[in-house]
């Protein structure tokens, strides 16, 4: 490749389908491709020789591309910008710097147009929100009418009939929360940044919370007293409630136990949560979690397995399910060191 003509690699630039400006040294735009002309609507004459500041509607963003840059770092982020005739665009970028035999010659930059992309998930989340807020309203309701007629009615057939919706009502209710807290999580409103969780704290509070939930249950665990952290956020609560309720819903024992342990390793901790249901198929141990598609002969375990799921791909952890007596569901974490104020 060493011999190949350079102009190969210019046509090379200038053609590809997505929008790239290469600048020298000093952050001066010294080329930019067709892609980026059509994106920016300005001319290239009008982008020679400037700053690509002019590409950025936000300050804060094109300082943090910079200052990775000047670093010697690559930088990958979004970012919108207005174009010529005044049209608001969305994007995501992708800059590197550019050395020849060891020297810094510039930079190159690399963009996409997410506008439509944004443009749709927003609408998908506020149709989202209004289908939760509806839902959640009208269950209410229905379940407020399910309580007076269980207050006036004696037959036992229909008292155990609305006992039935009763559950089933306040299980939509769930459904909708689980919703609420998966959309937080996909769109990334919610803070990315990870910390050291004190996760035996953490299940012990579940573990308590789950025994005042589901009186009929036994739940024991063996935790040591070893206090332990991993990387993680304020969600792991919820995930870690979504597997031991799961452990109990999905029990056909006449008294579900679930007995969650420990297991370390050199930099990973596993949660087991083991209960004496009956089990997991072994063609829907990918399926339960949603990474399968759900087809009329296979039925999926809610929302709650896929936002446990999602949530520990984010954290840089795994989660499964065995068989062995039971299901034993097993999340997997990363051992982080405590800061100053966890110590």
């Known amino acids: 490749?060493?011999?190949?003509?350079?102009?190969?690699?210019?046509?090379?630039?200038?053609?590809?389908?997505n929008p790239a400006i290469i600048t020298d040294s000093s952050f001066v735009i010294r080329d930019v491709n067709e892609a980026c002309v059509d994106f920016t609507g300005y001319d290239r004459v009008e982008l020679v020789g400037e700053k690509p500041e002019i590409l950025f509607g936000q300050r804060s963003v094109y300082e943090e591309m910079t200052a990775?840059?000047?670093?010697?770092?690559?930088w990958v982020g979004g970012f919108e910008t207005t174009t010529k005739d005044g049209r608001l665009i969305y994007g995501q970028g992708s800059c590197t710097p550019i050395h020849v035999d060891g020297e810094l010659h510039g930079y190159a930059g690399f963009f996409s147009d997410l506008t439509e992309r944004r443009q749709y998930e927003r609408s998908l989340r506020?149709?989202?929100?209004?289908?939760?807020?509806?839902?959640?309203?009208?269950?209410?309701?229905?379940?407020?009418?399910?309580?007076?007629?269980?207050?006036?009615?004696?037959?036992?057939?229909?008292?155990?009939?609305?006992?039935?919706?009763?559950r089933r009502m306040h299980s939509i209710i769930k459904y909708a929360e689980t919703a609420r807290d998966l959309d937080e999580l996909l769109s990334e409103r919610t803070d990315p940044t990870l910390s050291p969780i004190r996760i035996d704290e953490v299940?012990?509070?579940?573990?308590?919370?789950?025994?005042?939930?589901y009186p009929g249950a036994e739940f024991t665990s063996d935790l040591g007293d070893e206090p332990t952290f991993v990387a993680a956020d304020d969600?792991?609560?919820?995930?870690?409630?979504?597997?031991?309720?799961?452990?109990?819903?999905?029990?056909?024992?006449?008294?579900p136990r679930v007995f969650v342990r420990f297991h370390r390793g050199e930099s990973t901790l596993t949660v087991e949560v083991e209960d004496n249901g009956?089990?997991?198929a072994d063609?829907?141990?990918?399926?339960?979690?949603?990474?399968e598609e759900v087809s009329?002969?296979?039925?999926?375990?809610?929302?709650?397995?896929?936002?446990?799921?999602r949530l520990m791909e984010k954290y840089g952890g795994d989660v499964w399910a065995e068989n062995d007596d039971g299901a034993t569901f097993s999340l997997q974490f990363r051992i982080v060191s405590p800061t100053d104020e966890d110590a």
Not at 283 to 291: K, S, V, W
Not at 296 to 309: A, T
């Open 68 to 74: 990775s840059l000047s670093n010697d770092d690559s």
């Open 203 to 213: 299940i012990r509070n579940e573990l308590r919370a789950a025994r005042n939930a």
């Open 1 to 17: 490749m060493n011999g190949t003509d350079p102009s190969i690699y210019k046509k090379a630039f200038r053609e590809t389908k």
């Open 235 to 255: 969600a792991i609560g919820i995930a870690l409630e979504a597997i031991l309720s799961n452990a109990v819903e999905h029990n056909d024992s006449r008294v």
């Open 278 to 280: 009956p089990g997991i």
């Open 296 to 309: 009329p002969l296979h039925h999926g375990q809610g929302l709650d397995l896929f936002f446990v799921d």
């Open 126 to 166: 506020i149709l989202n929100r209004v289908l939760r807020h509806n839902l959640r309203n009208d269950a209410n309701v229905v379940l407020g009418h399910i309580e007076i007629v269980a207050e006036i009615v004696d037959d036992e057939e229909l008292q155990q009939s609305l006992s039935t919706a009763h």
């Open 283 to 291: 063609d829907e141990h990918d399926l339960i979690f949603g990474r």
